[in-house]
């Protein structure tokens, strides 16, 4: 380990010593959507006119590994102030769709909101974003087998530029709390990954896979995201400095590069002024109304859970349940009936929205996926069957313009 990590370690665990009495603000929530744009024949469109022209607003948009990638991000609020959050994203949906037209007048281009890109022609050399960090990513995922699932495979390297995510950022109150915070979250991770997905149909075809898209990260990155490799539940933050620190990096020497190179289904970010977790485990959700009801049953689940110091499942057995969750969705078998869990761990979330004072506006939406045994995923593998007529390009353009729409018009899909 460099001297200069072994500095940085030793600065950061005294500044967690010290904010151990600090409260902050509970539950401040930032969301971060990334998403990709296809033309009407299914062929990825380079973002970058988009980003460029969208950097010039008040919008906090960047780039992603794929030149046909974007992200968004919100500024934190107040839990109490979800409603304006939804508000902030539908009128983000409603400005990308003019900027989005003005930036390509000559072509109709289409924004997909969904957690893999459809098009066939993706799995392709030349997608990468020319950023250094991106090309040092890729230099270093080309040594990196291929990936397979159900019997095609794809390069390593190129599985980053497909795939997008929903990504909450939770701030907690110090660093115990975000510590707790972090371990509670891994309880609820296969919940989120079986009424989240979005992604069966993945370049070019439908996969057998309830979340596909997970499956295809894990193996492209081996082993630097998937369910953190803690060995056991954290007992501060300072366990989570010393996790990072474990793991051999990728491209950077730098202790918050580190943190950054981590993909993990939660990770903590230790800010200039904050401490948080972020879930990376969701799809990109197809509404706002879908990201809020997301936001509600973490923000809901954790602070009845931290509140009622809710006893923790062995990780163990929260590796199997994900890994089944990834592969089979709600007919996940596991040492828990994975309904009966997420119909308990709603109806805490709901109980916990009540506590905090939160009139519950979007929950139901999961709970009807629920009821319906439905996610969006689901959604499309079935319209895919029903529209496919053997052209690829056209069922694709059909799916996407659909999801669009009811992007736009802020319709879940339950």
Known sequence: MSHSIQRQIQELKGRVHRDAERIDETFRVGVE????????????????PLIKELQGTTYEIDYEY?????EYKTSPVGMNNLDYLNIVFEQFIENLDKYIKKVYMEKEVIPVFLGANPSPEIMKAGLITDKPRYN???????N??????????????????????????????????????????????SSAIVLGANSRLFAGRVYSLHEPRIHLYDQSEQQNSGFPAIPRYLDGVENYIDYITSRDPNITKDYFMLEKERHDDARIRIG???????????????????????????????????????????????????????????????????????KSQLDFARKGLSDLGINVGFLDIL?????????????????WSEKFNGSVDQTIYEIISDIWQKTKENQPIV
């Not at 040092?136 to 080309?142: E, F, R, V």
């Open 272 to 342: 200039p002024d904050s401490y948080r977790v972020e879930t990376r485990i969701m799809s990109v959700q197809p509404t706002s109304k879908s990201l809020m009801a997301m936001a509600e049953f973490f923000i809901g689940y954790l602070s009845r859970a931290i509140h009622e110091e809710r006893e923790l499942r062995p990780l163990p057995t929260l590796r199997e349940e994900r890994m089944a969750a990834v592969r089979y969705g709600y007919n996940a078998k596991t040492h828990f009936n994975i309904i009966d869990t997420m």
């Open 144 to 189: 990196i087998p291929d990936v397979e699932i159900d019997g095609d495979k794809f390069r390593a390297a190129y599985v980053a530029t497909a795939i997008q995510g929903f990504h909450l950022h939770l701030q907690g109150k110090n660093p115990m709390n975000t510590a707790i915070m972090f371990n509670q979250i891994l309880n609820i991770i």
């Open 66 to 70: 794929g030149n046909c990638q974007f």
């Open 33 to 48: 959507v990334e998403a990709c744009l296809l033309d009407e024949k299914g062929i990825p469109v380079n973002a970058e």
């Open 136 to 142: 040092k990513l890729a230099t270093w995922q080309n």
């Open 367 to 383: 709970d009807k996926r629920l009821e319906n045994r439905n996610s969006p995923g689901e959604y499309v593998a079935k319209i």
